[in-house]
Structures are given as structure tokens and as C-alpha cells.
């Protein structure tokens, strides 16, 4: 099932599913319970980034040629870091280049996004994937200015600006991908395939990410886990290739769909 979020016209948040067709109809129940498919068509005003996160941790530095082109050893551990939640951006809404703290190094990367669906903690490996409510595609937006040079030793800075967390455009559902390591994904720009590989070349599987995630620590409903970029973004090229004002960004992952953003500077 391939589930969205939206806006109807009277500005009241919604869920629907998306069929084969392009139609969406409502969703019956609880997102994160028992649900289903109505019968009943949706009116979408505004598609929403697919679920509103209580959380969004981040990997870094896994996929195995990444780490090679950004001169990384490879981890012992996942490599984590957070979002704020006022990162989330929609579908079709603007990626925006900080102004106010100004970036020049604005940096795409192309993520699987998983969805928990339900509260866990301390879960085994064999076991992990039974909390995962689906995936979305997601584009880690990062200032690498900030994340590199200016923000004291740490990535956050230049991770969770306003609008660098985009996913979307659907929630597809874990029955429908029962393998995540296994999916093509790329980043386009422009109609520039910048990013082309497959999520088999993670160092830490999904199943992994979420024994170690949640060891010691609860992962509430909602909570959304970005597990890594792979080779080919702007900053290990020659000359770097950094998001501009203009430019259009597609994420595509394979079994989930397109999410595309424009770029815009902040207001």
C-alpha cells in the first residue's frame, strides 16, 4: 500500500492511498494501527510529506563507496545524527539555501527513509524489520560550509536547516518491499542523474540501523530513521556541484516513487 498525506480543501490534514492508476482514496483507520483502503475518492488541495515526524535520526557515512570518496574509514559503528523536526518539507515545496546564517556548499543526498510504526526498544535484528511501519524516499539536505568549517566539531548545523529534510511523495508500506537492501536509488538534478546505486552497498543494513537505534534507547511511532547517502554527491566532485537558486532535485527510489523539490534562496 502506498500511503500520502495531504491538505483537502478545508485545509484539514488527511490520509490517502495512492492506487496504481494515480487516484488516491481515503485511508480508513489508524495510520499507525489498523487501516485500509476506502472507496471513497480524496480531494487533495496540497500533497504533505507522507508522516510528521516525532523524530528523525540520521546515518552517516554508510555506503561503502561514499566513505571511500569522502576519504572516511569505515565505521565500527553507525554514525548518527539528528534533524529537528522543522526540517520536514513536502513534496514540490522549495528546498531553501540559508540567507541569515548564509551557506555557498549546499549539498543533495539521495536517502532511504525508514517509518517506524510501532514502540520499540532493545530489538533484535531478526526481529526489527516487524516494526517498520513502510519507507519514503528522503533527500538529506546539507550545508557542508556549516556541517564541515563552522558548526563546533559536530554535523547538526549543517544538517537541520528549515526545508533540508524533503520526503516523500508516498509511505510504501514494509509488506510491499520485504527486502530495503535491495532498491535502486538516485539523485537527479536538473535531469542530471548525479547519484545511481543500490541500497545493497550499506555498511549497516536496515535491520541493523534499528537494533542499534533503539538499544537502550525508545523509537516512538513516527519516529523516521535516514540510513545514508551513496557516492556521487556534490561536494566529492571535481569541481564540487552545490544546489543553486533554480535548480530542481528528484530523489528516486526503486518500489517507492519520485520526490522532487525546487531550490530556491531563503527568504
Known amino acids: 500500500m502506498k500511503i500520502v498525506r495531504y491538505l483537502d480543501p478545508l485545509d484539514l490534514i488527511r490520509h490517502g492511498v495512492l492506487k496504481d492508476d494515480g487516484s488516491i482514496v481515503l485511508l480508513e483507520g489508524d495510520v499507525f494501527g489498523e487501516h485500509r483502503a476506502s472507496n471513497t475518492p480524496a480531494e487533495v488541495q496540497k500533497l504533505l510529506a507522507p508522516v510528521a515526524p516525532v523524530a528523525i535520526a540520521c546515518i552517516g557515512l554508510n555506503y561503502r563507496h561514499h566513505a571511500a570518496e569522502s576519504g572516511a574509514p569505515i565505521p565500527q559503528w553507525p554514525v548518527l545524527f539528528h534533524k529537528s523536526v522543522s526540517a520536514l518539507q513536502n513534496p514540490g515545496d522549495p528546498i531553501e539555501i540559508p ?35 513502510g519507507y519514503t524516499c528522503a533527500n538529506d539536505v546539507s550545508a557542508r560550509d ?21 520526503l516523500g511523495p508516498a509511505l510504501v508500506t514494509a509488506d510491499e518491499i520485504p527486502n530495503p537492501n535491495a532498491l535502486q536509488i538516485k539523485t537527479i538534478v536538473n535531469g542530471e542523474v548525479l547519484q545511481d546505486w543500490n541500497t545493497n552497498d550499506m555498511i549497516f543494513d536496515v535491520p541493523t540501523l534499528i537494533e542499534f537505534l533503539s538499544g537502550s534507547t525508545t523509537l516512538l511511532p513516527g519516529t523516521v530513521i535516514l540510513t545514508g547517502t551513496p557516492h556521487g554527491v556534490g561536494m566529492a566532485r571535481t569541481p564540487p556541484r552545490w544546489l543553486k537558486e533554480g535548480d530542481e532535485v528528484t530523489i528516486e527510489i526503486e518500489k517507492i516513487g519520485k520526490l522532487t523539490n525546487p531550490v530556491k534562496l531563503e527568504a
Open 99 to 133: 540567507t541569515k546564517l548564509a551557506s555557498h556548499q549546499v549539498d543533495y543526498e539521495c536517502e532511504l527513509a525508514i517509518i517506524i510504526g510501532k514502540r520499540c526498544k532493545n530489538v533484535k535484528k531478526e526481529d526489527a524489520l516487524s516494526y517498520v511501519l
Open 146 to 166: 556549516w556541517q564541515k568549517d563552522w558548526g563546533g566539531s559536530q554535523w547538526c548545523r549543517g544538517k537541520t536547516f528549515d526545508t533540508f529534510c524533503p
